[in-house]
């Protein structure tokens, strides 16, 4: 019996070694990942401009849960949980930064969850900030 338990440790100990725990496919993928602040994962070019940010937290309605829905705030952007008024927001910004000169891929826009955000509505104004035309988007980790 004692030989058997030996040979199932050392498969067992190899098999954790090598296997590979955890996905990408439990999160979403985006061109930008995970930050935690500001500023860009590799030093600037020489004239090179960095991205301008635009950022919108997104947290519950409700934090006791009772009624269900998102509540997306920002620079600018005042409390609404209706995801057409983001999204009308996301084509405002980003038409007053077209015509300011700041061409839309030097553009980041940058969402904050809550820690208890259902996945649902974060993915609603992450899909609101694509539909407006941004093409970097990137999530901070929730707080």
């Given amino acids: 019996m004692t030989p058997l338990v030996d040979i199932v440790m050392v498969i067992l100990i190899f ?4 296997g590979n725990f955890g996905g990408v496919t439990q999160f979403l993928v985006s061109k930008q990942g995970i930050k935690k602040s500001g500023g860009v994962g590799r030093p600037l070019k020489p004239g090179e401009v960095p991205d301008t940010p635009l950022e919108v937290r997104v947290q519950n309605l409700d ?7 998102f509540l997306a705030t920002g620079t600018g952007l005042p409390p609404t949980h209706n995801i057409d008024v983001v999204q009308n927001w996301f084509k405002g910004k980003l038409s ?4 300011a000169g700041t061409p839309t891929d030097k553009l980041l826009v940058t969402l904050s969850p809550t820690r208890d955000v ?9 899909d609101a900030a ?5 093409q ?8």
Avoid at 130 to 134: E, T
Wanted: proline share 3%; no cysteine; net charge positive.
């Fill in 96 to 99: 007053l930064y077209n015509r």
């Fill in 63 to 69: 934090p006791t849960g009772v009624n269900a829905g």
């Fill in 136 to 143: 970097k988007v990137a999530f901070t980790t929730s707080h």
């Fill in 118 to 126: 259902k996945y649902q509505y974060l993915i609603q104004v992450y």
């Fill in 130 to 134: 694509l539909r407006a035309g941004y």
């Fill in 15 to 18: 098999l954790m070694l090598a």
